[in-house]
């Protein structure tokens, strides 16, 4: 498991649910896994009771099962749970982009185009980890623009399944657009199009419906048999 530093302003079930919840993502933990609360807790240096409450909102998302008296088993991909979290994601998202494309000053287009320089440079590098990050943190700039970070919490919980298939689609399908794609909708932006923007968002969101067939055959022991 990789282990990164705590935050100042973390909580220690925060910061066990945030690491738990990486590495399921990033895939370095594996479905079928069992993740042992003790061990978590001396690799956090953190108490079990935080790691328990983590494993149980995990849990609460489906992305972990809780197995009695036997631990915590790593989940397999539902697709319909997948589905629910884009369809939310995209309900939501769309509204987002319309009051970002209102609202976002010069400051705030100016930290996406760096946002963008950074993704086209690891996509050259092949860094897909920090295309991942550069990834999220697009996304999440527009709900701050829009002052909507409340719903920007509220999607991340519904998320992880989609997240996953994010990440392996990074190393899975040959052909990568989210770049482009985050280039085009920033452009929408700052032409104020708003409608354009929602439209590129859409086609955005609904690409890994294309990509799911492609993924499986990289990673079968995700999916249920």
Same mark, same amino acid.
């Given at each position: 498991m990789k282990i990164t530093p705590k935050f100042s302003n973390e909580s220690s079930r925060e910061y066990a649910y945030r690491i738990i919840r990486n590495n399921i993502i990033d895939l370095d933990i594996k479905p079928g896994s069992m993740i042992s609360e003790q061990e978590v807790a001396q690799e956090l240096n953190v108490s079990r009771t935080p790691v328990h409450e983590a494993l149980l909102e995990l849990s609460r998302?489906?992305?972990?099962?809780?197995?009695?008296?036997?631990?915590?088993?790593?989940?397999?991909?539902?697709?319909?749970?997948?589905?629910?979290?884009? +369809?939310?994601?995209?309900?939501?998202?769309?509204?987002?982009?319309?009051?970002?494309?209102?609202? /976002?000053?010069?400051?705030?287009?100016?930290?996406?185009?760096?946002?963008?320089?950074?993704?086209? +440079?690891?996509? /050259?590098?092949?860094?897909?980890?920090?295309?991942?990050?550069?990834?999220?943190? +697009?996304?999440? *700039?527009?709900?701050?623009? *829009?002052?909507k970070m409340q719903c920007y919490y509220m999607v991340q919980l519904m998320n992880v399944h989609f997240d996953r298939l994010r990440s392996m689609s990074l190393h899975s399908v040959k052909e990568i657009k989210i770049v482009d794609d985050h280039r085009a909708m920033m452009q929408a932006m700052i032409d104020k199009d708003s409608s354009l923007a929602k439209t590129l968002l859409e086609k955005h969101l609904s690409r890994l419906h294309v990509d799911v067939e492609e993924i499986k055959k990289h990673y079968p022991e995700y999916f249920p048999e």
């Open positions: 998302s489906k992305i972990v099962d809780i197995l009695p008296q036997r631990g915590c088993s790593v989940s397999r991909i539902d697709l319909e749970l997948v589905e629910e979290a884009v +369809f939310a994601r995209r309900t939501i998202e769309c509204a987002v982009i319309e009051e970002a494309c209102k609202m /976002a000053t010069e400051q705030d287009l100016m930290e996406m185009r760096d946002n963008i320089r950074l993704q086209d +440079f690891y996509l /050259a590098s092949k860094t897909m980890e920090k295309i991942m990050e550069l990834d999220n943190k +697009f996304h999440e *700039s527009l709900y701050r623009i *829009s002052n």
